[in-house]
């Protein structure tokens, strides 16, 4: 071998036990760092909320929640030494429903009404660190905390949703009987024993209250592999055909959620095909840059052609109640990004929404501990970068809701 290739004669040339020996390496330091994250026992908790964030979430007036409190309408709650209340996201639920009880209650449960359809969202795009991941899991916390009763899909091998819930997926989902979205959508292989399992045995209740999610672990890419193998068998029957297996499984739990959110890998394979046929809505993230950009054209035309030959082959609908561009990593006074969102409003127009995600050190920093900036310490950093990152993201949240509410003819 070394022969022909003089480079890989190098005396430091890197063999595979030493890339063997670098992934054991970091597995144990990722695993040391969980560790000191989150005790043995336990998985991730979540914080409190101050009376100006339930103020701001539910659009209760300040003065209402005083006297709701001081009536003994609401529940007792933790005060500090000051007398300052907070309250946890379940008694925000608590008082949420006291409040629908009474005149104009509907404002406070903003989910579906009878004949709402549950609304599945895809998150996608062709290129990594576009912020698919980042913007899944901030949107569902913010419609967790709204009052929202959200389901998250993890549908990236590579996890990365996941270890957001306090999960290693190259560890805890390495166990038997630990079920990932992978064993809700896999084809059945009766020789060994396996089938489909149903998706309320894969959902797991998470710490933050009105959220569940779906896991993924590296076991997800056999499904492309396997999905390739039965097309290439030719058979017809509906349940080998791959465009519908996640829409079929969500059946099962379509009036336990009011919004489903899909985190889709970056490439355009059978994982995320299957998603966008599940899918009720898309929002397509991107990088205000000429090379994103042009990886989002790329994207779109590949996706659109391959969904109209699944259409024709399968009957499936190929159309969405909605189809936003979200303008990423947003950085107000870069120049370039500005021509380029500029650029990009000038051909989609209002297919594009208004509000932007900001560029953020406040989102980086807490992802460091797998964190977002709905869960983060507040005096962990500077109050203005935080501040500013949630009303940008909350701007996002809120404009996409709008959305929803419309397709639901609200």
Known sequence: MNEHNPVRASRHAIS?????AYADKLARSLDEEMRKAYRPTERKSLRLFSVAELVELTGIPASTIRSKHNGGAFPEVETDSRGHRFYTAEQ???????????????????????????QVISVVNFKGGSTKTTTTIHLAQRYALRGYRVLVIDMDPQASLSTFFGYRPELDFDLPGELTIYDAIRYDDPEAGM??????????????????????????????????????????????????????????????YDIVLIDCPPQLGFITLTSLSASTGLIVTVVPGMLDIASMSQFLKLATETMQVI????????????????????????????????????????????????????????????????????????????????????????????????????
């Open 195 to 256: 089938r489909r399992a149903p998706i309320n045995e894969v959902i797991r209740k998470t710490y933050f209250h009105n959220l569940d999610m779906c896991p993924a672990s590296l076991m997800l890419s056999e499904y492309e592999t396997e999905t390739a193998n039965a097309l290439s068998q030719g058979g017809r029957s509906t349940h080998s055909l791959f465009a519908i297996r996640l829409g079929e499984a969500l059946q099962v739990v379509k009036d336990d």
């Open 311 to 410: 259409s024709a082959k399968t009957g499936l609908r190929s159309e969405w109640d909605f189809v936003k561009f979200l303008i990423s990593r947003f950085e107000p006074n870069d120049g370039p990004q500005m021509q380029m969102a500029g650029y990009l409003r000038s051909i989609l127009g209002s297919d594009v929404l208004f509000n932007p995600t900001l560029k953020s050190t406040a989102i980086s920093d807490a992802g460091m501990t797998q964190e977002t900036i709905y869960e983060v310490d507040g005096r962990s950093m500077v109050k203005s970068t935080l501040d500013r990152a949630l009303t940008s993201m909350n701007a996002v949240a809120g404009e996409i809701e709008d959305i929803i509410q419309t397709s639901w003819g609200r």
């Open 92 to 118: 925000i639920d608590q008082i949420r429903t006291i409040m629908a009880q009474g005149k104009n209650g509907a404002q406070y449960r903003p989910g579906r009404r009878s004949g709402d359809e549950m």
């Open 16 to 20: 595979i036990d030493q890339i063997s």
